[in-house]
C-alpha cells in the first residue's frame, strides 16, 4: 500500500483506488478528526436526532432532555445490534428492535427486560462519541481523545454566527451518489481551475478561477476584494481569511461576488429574507471548508452545506443542502436551487470522469498548478501528513 507522494504532484493511483487505502482512510482520516455530521436546526428540540454513517460506524446525535447534544455510538450494549434504521426521528428513548433495551436520550441504559434480579443497568450504556457545535453546525469525532476544536471555532464562528445557521430551515436536501474516490471530489471543490470550462451558472456570481491569494484571470478580482473588505470592516462584519492554518483542516474566507450579484443566484437577487442577524445583503459569499468531509457556502440570504460520506474506494454519497431563515415563508426552491444543482450535477460528472481516468493504466501523478490549485496542494499535503501521523 503506497500513498507517499511527491510535493506538487496528484497522488499515486493506489490513493484513489485501492480498498486497502480506503480501509486506511477511515482509520487514520475519519476516524481521527472532526466530521461534520449535521445542523442544529434539525436538532432544535429534546429527542430529534440523527443519524450519520462513517464507514462501519454509525453515529446518532440527539438533543438531550437538558437542551444538551450528545452523540453515541448506535450499538446495542446488549448485543451489538443497531438501534435505528431510519436517518433521523425524534423520539423519547431509544429501544433497540433486538431484545427491547430501552436507553435515555443521554445513552444510559433505562431498562433491560428478562436480565434477571440485580442486574446492574447502571453499568451499561450507549458508547459516547464526541460532539460539537458551532455556529449552526453539528461536529462529530470518532477518537477517544478528539484533536483541539477551539482553534476552528474561533476561525469559522465569528464570521458564520451572523448568517444565523442555527435557527434557519433546510429547504432542500439533495442526495447524489457519485462514482468517484471521495478525494477526487475534494481536490474538485479545491481549485476553480475547472470552472471557466464547466460552471456558466456558477460564474454569473463568483470570479472564475482559484481561490483567494492564488492568481486571478480577472484583474479586477483582487480589487474587488480589497473594496469589499474594506466596506464589510467598516460595517463590522467578519471577514477574516484563514487558511489551512500550520496544516490544520479547516478553511474559512469571505469573498465578493461580482459586481451586480448580491447572491449565488441566476439573477443575483435574493430568494428568500435575510439571514440571521444580517442588515444589509453585502455580504458577498462566505466559504468554508471543514476537512475531510464538508464545505459550506452562506450567502445573504441562504447557506448551502455540502458533506461527503465515502461508501468505497470508488464511490462516494454526497448531501447537499439548502438553509433559508425558519420565517421564510414559501420560497421558490427552483430559483433558490438553480445554481448549486447545476453546479453540483457539473462536478459530480467532472469527478466520475476524472476517477475514471485515474482508475485506468494509464494514470500517472500529473503536476498541479502553482497559479490555481495551491489549495489542491494544501488538501493533499493535511491528507499525507493526517495519513501518516498513525
Ligand atoms: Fe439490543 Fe439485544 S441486541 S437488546
Ligand atoms: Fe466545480
Same mark, same amino acid.
Given at each position: 500500500?503506497?500513498?507517499?507522494?511527491?510535493?506538487?504532484?496528484?497522488?499515486?493511483?493506489?490513493?484513489?483506488?485501492?480498498?486497502?487505502?480506503?480501509?486506511?482512510?477511515?482509520?487514520?482520516?475519519?476516524?481521527?478528526?472532526?466530521?461534520?455530521? @449535521?445542523?442544529? *436546526?434539525?436538532?432544535?428540540?429534546?429527542?430529534?436526532?440523527?443519524?450519520?454513517?462513517?464507514?462501519?460506524?454509525?453515529? +446518532?446525535?440527539?438533543?438531550?432532555?437538558?437542551?444538551?447534544?450528545?452523540?453515541?455510538?448506535?450499538?446495542?450494549?446488549?448485543?451489538?445490534? %443497531?438501534?435505528?434504521?431510519?436517518?433521523?426521528?425524534?423520539?423519547?428513548?431509544?429501544? *433497540?428492535?433486538?431484545?427491547?433495551?430501552?436507553?435515555?436520550?443521554?445513552?444510559?441504559?433505562?431498562?433491560?427486560?428478562?436480565?434477571?434480579?440485580?442486574?446492574?443497568?447502571?453499568?451499561?450504556?450507549?458508547?459516547?462519541?464526541?460532539? %460539537? $457545535?458551532?455556529?449552526?453546525?453539528?461536529?462529530? *469525532?470518532?477518537?477517544?481523545?478528539?484533536? &483541539? #476544536?477551539?482553534?476552528?471555532?474561533?476561525?469559522?464562528?465569528?464570521?458564520?454566527?451572523?448568517?444565523? !445557521?442555527?435557527?434557519?430551515?433546510?429547504?432542500?436536501?439533495?442526495?447524489?451518489?457519485?462514482?468517484?474516490?471521495?478525494?477526487?471530489?475534494?481536490?474538485?471543490?479545491? $481549485?476553480?481551475?475547472?470552472? %471557466?470550462?464547466?460552471?456558466?451558472?456558477?460564474? +454569473?456570481?463568483?470570479?472564475?478561477? @482559484?481561490?483567494?491569494? $492564488?492568481?486571478?484571470?480577472?484583474?479586477? #478580482?483582487?480589487?474587488?476584494?480589497?473594496?469589499?473588505?474594506?466596506?464589510?470592516?467598516? %460595517?463590522?462584519?467578519?471577514?477574516?481569511?484563514?487558511?489551512?492554518?500550520?496544516?490544520?483542516?479547516?478553511?474559512?474566507?469571505?469573498?465578493?461576488?461580482?459586481?451586480?450579484?448580491?447572491?449565488?443566484?441566476?439573477?443575483?437577487?435574493?430568494?428568500?429574507?435575510?439571514?440571521?442577524?444580517?442588515?444589509?445583503?453585502?455580504?458577498?459569499?462566505?466559504?468554508?471548508?471543514?476537512?475531510?468531509?464538508?464545505?459550506?457556502?452562506?450567502?445573504?440570504?441562504?447557506?448551502?452545506?455540502?458533506?461527503?460520506?465515502?461508501?468505497?474506494?470508488?464511490?462516494?454519497?454526497?448531501?447537499? *443542502?439548502?438553509?433559508?431563515?425558519?420565517?421564510?415563508?414559501?420560497?421558490?426552491?427552483?430559483?433558490?436551487?438553480?445554481?448549486?444543482?447545476?453546479?453540483?450535477?457539473? &462536478?459530480?460528472? !467532472?469527478?466520475?470522469?476524472?476517477?475514471?481516468?485515474?482508475?485506468?493504466?494509464?494514470?500517472?501523478?500529473?503536476?498541479?498548478?502553482?497559479?490555481?490549485?495551491?489549495?489542491?496542494?494544501?488538501?493533499?499535503?493535511?491528507?499525507?501528513?493526517? #495519513?501518516?501521523?498513525?
Amino acid at each position: 500500500m503506497t500513498t507517499a507522494r511527491t510535493a506538487g504532484m496528484s497522488l499515486p493511483q493506489a490513493a484513489y483506488t485501492d480498498p486497502d487505502v480506503y480501509d486506511a482512510d477511515l482509520e487514520r482520516v475519519f476516524a481521527t478528526g472532526w466530521l461534520f455530521a @449535521g445542523h442544529t *436546526c434539525e436538532l432544535d428540540e429534546p429527542g430529534r436526532w440523527i443519524a450519520v454513517d462513517i464507514g462501519r460506524d454509525r453515529v +446518532l446525535v440527539v438533543r438531550g432532555d437538558d437542551g444538551a447534544l450528545h452523540a453515541h455510538h448506535d450499538v446495542c450494549a446488549h448485543r451489538g445490534s %443497531r438501534l435505528t434504521t431510519d436517518d433521523r426521528g425524534c423520539s423519547r428513548a431509544f429501544v *433497540c428492535p433486538y431484545h427491547q433495551w430501552v436507553y435515555g436520550l443521554d445513552g444510559r441504559l433505562r431498562s433491560a427486560r428478562l436480565m434477571g434480579d440485580g442486574f446492574p443497568s447502571a453499568s451499561y450504556r450507549l458508547a459516547p462519541v464526541a460532539v %460539537r $457545535e458551532l455556529a449552526g453546525l453539528v461536529f462529530v *469525532c470518532l477518537a477517544g481523545t478528539p484533536p &483541539d #476544536f477551539d482553534g476552528f471555532a474561533a476561525a469559522v464562528g465569528p464570521p458564520l454566527e451572523p448568517h444565523g !445557521l442555527a435557527g434557519a430551515r433546510i429547504a432542500v436536501r439533495d442526495r447524489y451518489r457519485v462514482r468517484a474516490n471521495w478525494k477526487t471530489i475534494v481536490e474538485n471543490n479545491r $481549485e476553480c481551475y475547472h470552472c %471557466r470550462g464547466s460552471h456558466p451558472e456558477f460564474t +454569473l456570481s463568483n470570479f472564475d478561477a @482559484g481561490t483567494h491569494g $492564488e492568481v486571478r484571470a480577472n484583474p479586477r #478580482f483582487e480589487q474587488a476584494v480589497a473594496a469589499a473588505r474594506e466596506r464589510w470592516r467598516r %460595517r463590522g462584519l467578519p471577514c477574516e481569511e484563514v487558511s489551512f492554518p500550520g496544516g490544520a483542516w479547516y478553511r474559512v474566507s469571505r469573498m465578493p461576488l461580482r459586481e451586480g450579484y448580491l447572491t449565488e443566484t441566476l439573477d443575483g437577487g435574493p430568494v428568500a429574507p435575510l439571514m440571521g442577524t444580517l442588515t444589509d445583503p453585502d455580504t458577498g459569499s462566505l466559504r468554508m471548508t471543514s476537512l475531510p468531509n464538508l464545505w459550506a457556502h452562506a450567502d445573504c440570504d441562504y447557506a448551502t452545506t455540502t458533506r461527503l460520506t465515502p461508501v468505497d474506494a470508488g464511490t462516494t454519497d454526497v448531501e447537499v *443542502c439548502y438553509l433559508v431563515r425558519a420565517d421564510a415563508g414559501d420560497v421558490d426552491t427552483d430559483a433558490l436551487t438553480a445554481v448549486w444543482r447545476a453546479t453540483s450535477a457539473q &462536478d459530480w460528472a !467532472l469527478c466520475e470522469n476524472n476517477w475514471a481516468g485515474i482508475a485506468s493504466r494509464g494514470y500517472r501523478p500529473g503536476p498541479l498548478s502553482p497559479m490555481v490549485e495551491g489549495s489542491v496542494e494544501a488538501f493533499l499535503c493535511w491528507y499525507a501528513a493526517t #495519513f501518516d501521523r498513525v
